[in-house]
């Protein structure tokens, strides 16, 4: 049986401006995977993110997310399709309460009952965002942000969540932290594109992975393949020759 | 003693009018960080709708309430149509240029239009008079702009602490990209911010026609730039804190008028002046927590 896609991003270039990052790519998200890109700093990871979100200005190519052509729309119209993005380097809302950025999250809940539901999910994943709740956002520390980042992505019940880093900076028991909510939140059906620099954690993690070099796919293949590879940690490092 | 409370009283109507017009002020300085010399124009077009509402037109005072209100969003809708929505996100400094801009244009329009005399700003009979408490007077129309004050300042408290409207502006004012991609259309919801900014300049515009009486093509001038001292007094975005501000101002600068010598009134913009520098130099964020970084 052949998966059926959730995302397909076909041979797209983008960028900022006149400045293309992204240089062909295509990606596919099939429903219910997690699909992970590799790639050291700078190769275009996030702006791929930031490309499906329609921040970015696309010079060629199309996003077909569950049979919609993404590139018309604003960014707001996309998420309401039910795409939700936790961004590099948390983004809370410093200006707000834990439950006010739990509460903006679920800007596009209009059921009082679905709201309540997703906010009992996410405070049974992070009993820390229930115990702080009326805390200024910035009083967390950093492995809080990332949980109340992740948290806020997951207040709008997406079907396909868009990860950035979600270990960054963190200490490694919080990494594995991470990782198992991962885990988590895929096994409630949520499909996932995850981006890390923690190439272990990620393919761990994930049913399918790319490598991404200089704005480009440099190697993609199943995790277990990906993981074989020697040149997985070649390129992952930057000193491999392709 | 008795001096001193009169002059408290009597400033509360002008703080009241300078409150409504910096909370307006604030909200579109805190959410698209927009220092807005455009507002004072909103605010003068507000009143003399309602002038020409009720003196020319001889319809009754609600009427020249809906044109106050009707006048303000229209023109500052237009204002934010061609001054504001080209520009921004270019930066702070050429949305301040285009506000300067649009604010000139708009008044010596008006100006040429319709000339720059005072014009009479008829009161309905209900504001007309006082209570005399002891040696005191309490002006009915000053007791009128702050209950209304009053109750605009919990309406608008509530929306921005409570609602989810409220949430999403102060989320757009941190980080617009992040807020949009939670779903939240930040164009509907800056649209709503303008109108409901320019819904208070019409407020405003209103009181000081009820208050002083007369109204003018140059009367938003000077209150534009009180309501941006006010606003940063009360830190950019803090609708609470631009109201208080505008208090501060308008009660500070009329005690100082009160107890100055006679020839020296023409200081009295000087308060405000003293207050903003004082603040630049003590505490730029303002007396209260601003609600953008």
Redesign the interface.
Known sequence: MIAKPILEVKEVIAGYGKMSVLNNISIRVNQGEVVTLLGSNGVGKSTTLKTI?G?TDIKQGEIIYKGINLLAL???AI??LGI??C?EGR?I????TIK?NL???A??IKSKQKFNENLEQVYNLFPILKERKNQLSTSLSGGEQEMLSIA?ALM?SPDLLLLDEPSLGLAPKLVDLISEIIRNINETGVSILLIEQNAKLALDNANYGYLMRKGAIALEGTAEELLKTDRVKDIYLGIGKV | MEYFIQQLFTALGYGSALAVLAAGYTMTFGIIGLVNFAHGEVFMIGALAAYFIIQVAMLPFWAGIIAALAGSVIIALMIERVAFKPVRGVGMITLFITSLGASTVLRNTTILLFNDRLKKFPRPNFLEGAYKLGNLFIYKRIVFVVLITILICIMLVFLVKKTKIGIAMRSISYNINIAQTLGINTEMVIIIVFMISASLAGISGLFWGILFGSVQASMGALPVVYAFIASILGGVGNVLGAIIGGYIIAIGSSLLVAYLPLDLVGFKPLFAWVIFFALLIIKPSGLFRANIK
């Open positions: 979100l921040q604003k960014t707001y998420a309401a939700s993005y961004p983004q809302f410093g200006n707000l006010e509460i903006s999250g800007y596009l806020r709008g």
